[in-house]
């Protein structure tokens, strides 16, 4: 009888995690509704957040993935273990930490931009080009698979070698 009503329980709280959908952390949640309250797509950050700040005052924020990966939508987007930005309405400036790719080249996102919502368009600038995409494909976000092409070890810390510069200033 206990070993059945434990079984029991373990398929309840298995069966409200899929409700929250594969993947989905706290820190995800709170990403899309940020997202949503600025009239932007939910799904414009991956699946696998496993941290999200948000500064209301400033509109910084910035979250951290598991680890780097890429995205697959009408395009392909690389995301670094670490996204961050200015978000306002309609739009998200200075982002850092994903790159989208064109021709078989990578090009950092600069910014990505809702002009009109009624218009089911969103910009993404690479700089050289704005792409357009319908906004409809970022309504969820998406699975993001690991990206053996980015680095996921930070890089080695450099050492002063007796008063010799080597990767940083001087010591005196």
């Not at 910014?111 to 910009?123: A, E, L, M, Q």
């Amino acid at each position: 009888m206990a070993a059945a009503l434990w079984a029991l329980l373990v398929m309840l709280a298995a069966a409200a995690e899929g409700c929250r959908g594969a993947g989905t952390t706290a820190a995800a949640e709170a990403a899309n509704a940020v997202l949503r309250a600025h009239q932007l797509p939910g799904g414009l950050l991956p699946s696998g957040i496993t941290a999200f700040r948000h500064d209301a005052a400033t509109g910084l924020f910035q979250a951290d993935l598991e680890a780097p990966c890429m995205a697959r939508f009408e395009v392909k987007l690389r995301y670094n273990a670490t996204v961050a930005g200015v978000i306002s309405r309609g739009q998200i400036a200075a982002i850092s930490g994903v790159s989208a790719q064109d021709l078989f080249i990578w090009f950092p996102v600069r910014d990505i931009t809702v002009d009109i919502p009624s218009s089911g368009v969103i910009y993404f600038n690479v700089g050289v080009v704005k792409k357009h995409f319908p906004l409809a494909v970022f309504d969820a976000p998406p699975t993001c698979t690991p990206d053996r092409l980015i680095r996921t070890t930070p890089p080695q810390r450099l050492e002063d070698v007796d008063g010799l510069l080597v990767g940083g200033v001087a010591s005196q």
